[in-house]
T-cell receptor
Framework: GAVVSQHPSRVICKSGTSVKIECRSL??????MFWYRQFPKQSLMLMAT?????????EQGVEKDKFLINHASLTLSTLTVTSAHPEDSSFYIC???????????????FGNGTRLTVT | AQKVTQAQTEISVVEKEDVTLDCVYE???????LFWYKQPPSGELVFLIR??????QNEISGRYSWNFQKSTSSFNFTITASQVVDSAVYFC???????????FGTGTRLTIIP
C-alpha cells in the first residue's frame, strides 16, 4: 500500500519550454503533497506544499510563477516548470501521506522522481 | 529552531563489514520523531524507520539497527554484515511540528566495496 506514482521519470526539453510533472497517490487520498528538488550529490530541498483545493505554499526563495503547482484532486498534484532554463535541470520528487494518517509523525511516501534536463 | 546534522558525507567499507551512520538532531522540542530514508542510485526514497524521542531502546530489523540517545541528541543507524545492495545515500529527517513538512539532513553516501 501507500504507493505514489510520478510521471515522467525522465524528461529532456529545450530552454524556454514548459514541462509538467504529475504526482499521483494510487491507493490513498492525500489532501497535501510535497514537492522536493535535489541537485546532484545534494540533499532534498522542499520547494512547496501542494494543497488540494487551495493555493500551494512555497518555501522561501522558490518562485511561484516559475514552478506552478496544481492540486486538482485528492490523488493528483502537478508541478509545471515554466520557461525552463538549464539551471532548472534537477531531480524533482513528490511525496504524500495518506489523509487517514495525516500527521507529522507518519512517514511520507515518495514517488520515483523526475530527472529534468533542460538543454 | 531545529537542526539535523549528518557529519559523515561519504563512507566506504568493504562488503561484510559493519558500518554506523551518525545523525545528530538538535531541538528545543521535548517530544519529537525522527525518520531514516534510503536513496539508492535509482533515485527513489525508501522509508526505513521512524522513532520517537520517548523510546531509547535499540530497534533491530534484520541487518539494520538503530540507536537513539536523547541525552546526546543522536540517532545512529548501523548496518551489520554490509552488502553491495546497501550502497545508497541515507538521510536522517525530522518532521516539523505544526505542519507536515519533512526536512532532510545532508545525507551520508555509503559505498559498499565488493
Amino acid at each position: 500500500g501507500a504507493v505514489v506514482s510520478q510521471h515522467p521519470s525522465r524528461v529532456i526539453c529545450k530552454s524556454g519550454t514548459s514541462v509538467k510533472i504529475e504526482c499521483r497517490s494510487l491507493d490513498f487520498q492525500a489532501t497535501t503533497m510535497f514537492w522536493y528538488r535535489q541537485f546532484p550529490k545534494q540533499s532534498l530541498m522542499l520547494m512547496a506544499t501542494s494543497n488540494e483545493g487551495s493555493k500551494a505554499t512555497y518555501e522561501q526563495g522558490v518562485e511561484k510563477d516559475k514552478f506552478l503547482i496544481n492540486h486538482a484532486s485528492l490523488t493528483l498534484s502537478t508541478l509545471t516548470v515554466t520557461s525552463a532554463h538549464p539551471e532548472d535541470s534537477s531531480f524533482y520528487i513528490c511525496s504524500a501521506r495518506s489523509d487517514r494518517l495525516s500527521s507529522y509523525n507518519s512517514p511520507l511516501h515518495f514517488g520515483n522522481g523526475t530527472r529534468l534536463t533542460v538543454t | 529552531a531545529q537542526k539535523v546534522t549528518q557529519a559523515q558525507t561519504e563512507i566506504s567499507v568493504v562488503e561484510k563489514e559493519d558500518v554506523t551512520l551518525d545523525c545528530v538532531y538538535e531541538t528545543r522540542d521535548t517530544t519529537y520523531y525522527l525518520f531514516w530514508y534510503k536513496q539508492p542510485p535509482s533515485g527513489e526514497l525508501v522509508f526505513l524507520i521512524r522513532r520517537n524521542s520517548f523510546d531509547e531502546q535499540n530497534e533491530i530489523s534484520g541487518r539494520y539497527s538503530w540507536n537513539f540517545q536523547k541525552s546526546t541528541s543522536s540517532f545512529n543507524f548501523t548496518i551489520t554484515a554490509s552488502q553491495v545492495v546497501d550502497s545508497a545515500v541515507y538521510f536522517c529527517a525530522p518532521p516539523n511540528f505544526g505542519n507536515e513538512k519533512l526536512t532532510f539532513g545532508t545525507g551520508t553516501r555509503l559505498t559498499i566495496i565488493p
